[in-house]
């Protein structure tokens, strides 16, 4: 009779130990007063990455991977270019830089210019064209929501007229953030590491309709 008992016990309680280790996944949050960030580190290899502000909002998918135990490993899929540029030769004694969106948007930027002996010339709140004078070997760019771009490296020794198409939204590419285990030290799009972590939710959710329930309700903010 007890050994009955204990085997209809056991098939009780073993499914729920089976859902129990399924529901709490790999969710990393942190959360400030408007704002929001999330990775949700999916089983298959995928993640899916969340930021909300007062004022911006994104969501992006990819692949993860983990190298050594300690770093993140984080590729958008699909896979964008961060920024594309077009060098040529125009009679003009100046330099011109056309900065706009990958579809063909007119932007507000920051332009930052290197020399070849390593001085930067900062350009800010420009719109569309930046013509200037003088000698660069590279170059960035930092959008107005703080992204920045790759530094270009100038190809042509004759080039003076650059198109430059950037992409407005979030790109990982081969990025490195550090992992912990119960939290993450996310990369900035300014190319540093925050100051803050993403720590590990272990009583929430991370499938089917559950999976994004903090960040609905961060959407009614």
């Known amino acids: ?94 330099n011109t830089f056309q900065i706009r969106s990958t579809d063909n948007r007119i932007i507000n930027y920051h332009l930052y210019l290197i020399t070849p002996t390593e001085d930067t010339l900062e350009f800010r709140d420009q719109f569309d064209k930046t013509v200037v004078s003088g000698n660069y070997s590279s170059f960035y760019i930092v959008d107005t929501k703080g992204q920045y771009s790759p530094t270009y490296e100038v190809v042509g020794s004759k080039a003076n007229f650059f198109e430059i198409l950037i992409e407005g939204k979030r790109v990982f590419e081969n990025e490195y953030w550090k992992y912990y285990g119960e939290y993450i030290i996310p990369l900035g799009t300014d190319g540093k590491y925050s100051n803050y972590k993403l720590v590990k939710n272990t009583n929430n959710f991370t499938r089917s309709s559950h999976k994004y329930r903090y960040r609905r309700f961060f959407d009614k903010m």
């Open 1 to 94: 009779m007890n050994k009955t008992i204990t085997i209809f016990l056991g098939l009780l309680l073993s499914p729920l130990i089976l859902y129990s280790q399924d529901a709490v996944g790999n969710l990393y949050t942190y959360k400030a007063p408007h704002y929001y960030e999330s990775i949700d580190l999916l089983e298959d290899g995928r993640f899916v990455y969340y930021c909300k502000s007062e004022f911006l909002k994104s969501e992006i998918e990819g692949n993860w991977q983990l190298r050594n135990d300690t770093i993140l490993v984080l590729d958008s899929k699909p896979q964008r270019s961060k920024m594309v540029v077009s060098e040529s030769h125009k009679r003009a004694k100046r």
